[in-house]
């Protein structure tokens, strides 16, 4: 469908049939436990030690940037089995878990560090935004979740919610 004016400009319309993943129940507003936190202020310096799990270098450059630019210090790992062996040998104040990572994924990974005893905060980053996704990453054991592509102002809020203030 076309609509024009001249001198104003041109509207097009097109429908698209996307086939039985119309039926799909998307989350189109995430219900976070950030919201629900606190007052927190964001410009204040962190302090605290962060695993970051992700199986993309690019991610883990710049998740690493901005949780250093918070104060953090961070850990890397490329995989599910990393991040579990990492966070056996090691205290963290934050983990943050990829869900889609090769060798082991967050899934497996946080429900295994659940079973062992793992208590602290662990934090899904996922590009899958369904509402069955978001679900199973509570079920699995993350206290929260953090939609990819990451936008800074919701992670900044989200991990100074974890990290103490300096």
């Not at 890397?76 to 090691?90: D, W």
Request: net charge negative; hydrophobic share 40%; charged share 20%.
């Amino acid at each position: 469908k076309a609509e024009s004016t001249e001198g104003v400009g041109s509207i097009f319309t097109a429908t698209i049939d996307a086939g039985p993943s119309a039926q799909t129940n998307l989350v189109l507003q995430v219900p976070r436990s950030v919201d629900k936190a606190p007052s927190i202020d964001i410009n204040v310096k962190r302090s605290g030690s962060v695993l970051l799990a992700d199986d993309i270098e690019e991610n883990r450059q710049l998740v690493s940037y901005y949780l250093r630019a918070l104060g953090a210090t961070v850990t890397c790992a490329e995989n599910g089995l990393h991040a579990v062996n990492s966070a056996q040998s090691n205290v963290f104040d934050l983990i943050l878990m990829d869900i889609q990572m090769p060798v082991m994924d967050g899934y497996e990974a946080t429900a295994l560090l659940r079973e062992r005893g793992y208590t602290r905060p662990i934090v899904a980053l996922t590009a899958n935004v369904m509402k069955s996704d978001l679900e199973k990453c509570i079920q699995s054991g993350c206290d929260d979740f953090l939609g990819k592509p990451i936008n800074r102002s919701e992670f900044t809020t989200l991990v100074a919610r974890y990290l103490k203030p300096r």
